[in-house]
């Protein structure tokens, strides 16, 4: 509702602990406040399937994501799987589960952690687990687009299937930047990028790469096509530096 009670606020929250003020123009999000955390979760949840009939090549792939933000903290996790195979020949697969947490202390700045598990064929990675934690800061907020960058330090711990019981463990720093576009009706874009120059390592550097982009069909249903890259500049044991991958599904939101 209008009201011009203080100068400048021109909206007003009604609540049973009083009424209060703000200006429309810092308004980004208006979101009902529900009784359970569960209840205050969104997120969405994808499938694809491919098949050629020529060399019997098949692909599937499925993803999904879970947020959480509320006046003091936000949560955001994501998980996703693609595996391709050809008849007579090699399956590969690449699964990939983060998590990105934080607390806000100012409107625009957060203190944040990062967790980032990664299992890849094609990298002969069997898991690389990455745990850190910095500082974020909101250098664009509005109500249709988002842009965060972040920088912290982390720790990772990397396990490769052609040299069974040898791990490498390094620290890192780590430079990101996640940036949102949204029309609420028609469609969403969601980019991130993530740089992780070694500490303990150097000169190696990783760069991650998650691009997607989904348009409204029908009700909560949507289509999805997303960019997935891992790049690694000096990966331990002569493996393969890069894999990326794209791919095309049909969506759910709640």
């Not at 007003?12 to 208006?30: K, L, M, N, T």
């Not at 599937?60 to 879970?66: E, I, L, S, V, Y």
């Not at 069909?217 to 393969?240: E, M, V, W, Y």
Request: no cysteine; net charge negative.
């Amino acid at each position: 509702r209008a009201k011009s009670s203080l100068e400048g606020a021109d909206f007003v929250i009604h609540a049973d602990s009083g009424d209060r003020f703000a200006a429309s123009s810092d308004i980004i999000e208006i979101h009902p406040q529900k009784r359970s955390f569960w209840s205050q979760v969104t997120g969405d949840v994808d499938l694809g399937y491919s098949f050629t009939s020529g060399n019997k090549q098949t692909s599937f792939n499925f993803g999904t994501t879970a947020n959480y933000l509320s006046t003091k903290y936000f949560g955001s996790t994501s998980f996703t799987s693609n595996v391709s195979g050809q008849s007579g020949g090699n399956q590969t697969n690449l699964a990939e589960a983060q998590m990105l947490d934080g607390v806000f202390i100012t409107r625009n700045s957060i203190v944040i952690g990062l967790a980032d598990l990664l299992h890849s064929s094609q990298q002969d990675i069997k898991l690389r687990a990455t745990f850190g934690g910095g500082y974020g800061h909101y250098f664009i907020h509005s109500n249709h687009q988002n842009l965060l960058w972040t920088s912290g330090v982390a720790y990772t711990n990397e396990e490769f299937e052609s040299t069974e019981g040898t791990t490498a463990q390094s620290a890192e720093a780590f430079l990101g930047a996640q940036y949102q576009l949204f029309h609420f009706d028609r469609y969403s874009l969601h980019a991130q990028t993530l740089f992780y120059p070694g500490l303990t390592d150097a000169p190696r550097f990783r760069l991650t790469t998650n691009l997607g982009f989904s348009v409204k069909i029908a009700g909560r249903f949507h289509t999805k096509i997303q960019f997935l890259d891992n790049f690694d500049s000096h990966p331990p044991f002569n493996t393969k530096r890069n894999e990326f991958g794209i791919s095309n599904s049909l969506g759910w939101t709640f």
